[in-house]
């Protein structure tokens, strides 16, 4: 192809987008933008079934059978998003077993959130309220984002993280109006997600390199920033709600922007986490290689039984 015939069908391709018109898989698009959508769909994916982790570990030890039924399907649904992103991120041409080697490897990341621990059951109604609550903002855009297969996706992925995040508040309405030891369980586990969960809307505009790109795309509708400044004016009155701080000193109504101010975020942790080195890091991982490899003999029996199944076909063909 001339390259003047390239950009004849970039700029055909560009005033698609334009037109709010959706790209199909078969659709001819810039190699940029297949990059682009494999490294941020595939992301995704992994973020979906890494944050089964830190939650799966609460499913044996939940206070209740309603608690276990509720957060039993809140982790099967996350498994379900990681299947739908999967699968839309395949119709680009990568195949599952590279993306699951890019993460087991290393290479991919997935959302630096998931490699804090859960170390108590208030963290199960935070990490609903907060985690959830934070994708439901980053996650809403993108159910009108130009790539078709993600699009379509997303609105079934955010009605159900809606669900997630009304779980993990109640969870939290009832540690606080329990007694005194349950609320303070529920304020530790604020304290220790909160600013996490501010991260986990990404760096800083002035260091976020993908966003000008996006924006074109409608893979972006608002800035991390703008996004982490809609988290917090919607999270704070919830916060209030259960009678419970925001640990953030600098935390103030700003009655002109009609917006919170807040403290100052510690990148440090944040990139220290990106590179691997939070607390769970390892951990997160070695659980996901572990279940590849534990699970090699079932995808051998699925294959054979596949195999077998079209022998026996083409016998009776004959
Ligand atoms: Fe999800
Ligand atoms: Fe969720």
Redesign the pocket.
């Known amino acids: 192809m001339s390259e003047e015939q390239v950009r004849s069908l970039e700029k055909q391709f560009d005033e698609r987008i334009e037109r709010d018109e959706k790209i199909e898989p078969k659709d001819w698009m810039p190699e940029k933008y297949r990059k682009t959508h494999i490294r941020q769909m595939s992301q995704h994916a992994h973020s979906e079934i890494v944050?089964m982790l830190p939650e799966g570990n609460w499913i044996t030890r939940a206070p209740s059978l309603r608690r276990k039924v509720a957060l039993l399907a809140?982790v099967q649904?996350?498994a379900g998003?990681g299947l739908y992103l999967y699968s839309a991120t395949e119709t680009l041409g990568i195949s599952r077993e590279e993306m699951y080697e890019q993460l087991h490897t290393g290479k991919a990341k997935y959302s630096s959130i998931f490699n804090y621990p859960t170390v108590t059951w208030a963290d199960m109604g935070t990490v609903?309220w907060l985690?959830?609550g934070a994708?439901i903002i980053n996650q809403v855009p993108l159910c009108s984002t130009s790539f078709g297969p993600y699009a379509r996706a997303m609105v079934r992925v955010c009605k159900?993280?809606s669900f997630?995040q009304r779980q993990g508040y109640e969870i939290m309405l009832k540690l606080c109006k329990g007694t005194p030891e349950q609320k303070d369980m529920a304020q530790d586990a604020l304290n220790r997600w909160w600013w996490p969960s501010l991260m986990m809307l990404g760096p800083t505009d002035a260091e976020s390199v993908h966003t000008e790109q996006s924006m074109k795309w409608k893979l972006k509708r608002k800035s991390n920033d703008e996004l982490r400044q809609q988290f917090i004016d919607q999270t704070v009155p919830q916060a209030d709600i259960l009678g419970l701080s925001i640990p953030d000193k600098d935390l103030k109504w700003n009655e002109e922007r009609q917006s919170y101010d807040f403290g100052e975020i510690n990148w440090d942790e944040f990139w220290q986490v990106v590179k691997g080195h939070g607390p769970m890091n390892k951990e997160r991982i070695k659980a996901r290689v572990n279940a590849w490899e534990g699970g090699e003999w079932v995808r051998d029996a699925a294959m054979a039984y596949a195999s077998k199944n079209q022998e026996r076909k083409e016998k009776q063909a004959v």
Request: proline share 0%.
């Open positions: 944050g809140k649904d996350e998003h609903g985690v959830d994708a159900e993280e997630h």
